[in-house]
């Protein structure tokens, strides 16, 4: 069974923290996304790698980086949290840029 | 832009009571829409992917239909288990990679 799974349930930091979110799948896709989901918003797309090394932007990116070293590996950087990116984080994966995702459970973040 | 709306926002019926939930959307070049199963607190699981006009995929009490403008998620004779939010999303050109573009989703609640 694939399988995509997120280093944390839940956080709790506080506003200036570094935070660093991470996310593996075990699938071999090349494609990996991260999102954040608030109510009434639905899921933004915040940053995506189609390969190792390589990164685009997503819809929202700003207060964001991210890091991908290894290929079953993507990890998304607070550089320095603010309470305005408490949210629920979540990670995918997908076989082409425009297939299915497989998604994480959720990383709920929350900045104080 | 690419867009997706789903409707209703949040949706109650008592068990057996048919529904169904709607996903309209305005993108050029559409590859493929899809839809997915949110649990409270859990990432999204998907449910189906229709690719054409006409095309129909049936799973249990769930049906999902697609036109050239809106998709249909059509629920017979829910249970309670059947509650969760539904989200759909678009597949399409842009910039010469796919995009895929959810919406925000219909809270579905079936009461025993």
């Known amino acids: 069974d694939v399988k995509v799974t997120q280093s944390s349930r839940y956080l709790v930091k506080r506003t200036g923290e570094k935070v660093f979110l991470e996310c593996v799948q075990d699938?071999?896709?090349?494609?990996m996304f991260w999102y954040r989901q608030d109510p009434g918003l639905g899921l933004r797309l915040i940053y995506f790698?189609?390969?190792?090394?390589?990164?685009e932007k997503g819809d929202i990116p700003e207060g964001y980086s991210v890091s991908r070293e290894k290929k079953e590996r993507f990890s998304l950087i607070l550089e320095s949290a603010s309470t305005n990116q408490t949210s629920m984080y979540l990670c995918?994966?997908?076989?082409?840029?425009?297939?299915?995702?497989?998604f994480g459970p959720g990383t709920r973040l929350t900045v104080t | 832009e690419d867009q997706v709306t789903q409707s209703p926002e949040a949706l109650r019926l008592q068990e057996g009571e048919s529904s169904s939930l709607n996903c309209s959307y305005t993108?050029?070049?559409?590859?493929?829409l899809f839809w997915y199963r949110q649990d409270p607190g859990k990432g999204p699981e998907f449910l189906f992917t229709?690719?054409?006009a006409g095309e129909e995929k049936e799973k249990e009490r769930l049906k999902a239909t697609l036109t050239k403008k809106e998709s249909f998620l059509h629920i017979t004779a829910p249970k309670p288990e059947d509650s969760a939010t539904y989200l759909c999303?678009?597949?399409?050109?842009?910039?010469?990679?796919?995009?895929?573009?959810f919406g925000t989703g219909t809270k579905l609640q079936v009461i025993p």
């Open positions: 699938m071999d896709h090349e494609n």
């Open positions: 999303a678009v597949q399409a050109t842009s910039g010469g990679y796919q995009k895929v573009t």
């Open positions: 995918a994966s997908s076989l082409t840029s425009g297939s299915r995702r497989y």
């Open positions: 229709l690719y054409s």
């Open positions: 790698s189609y390969d190792v090394k390589m990164k």
């Open positions: 993108v050029s070049g559409l590859r493929g």
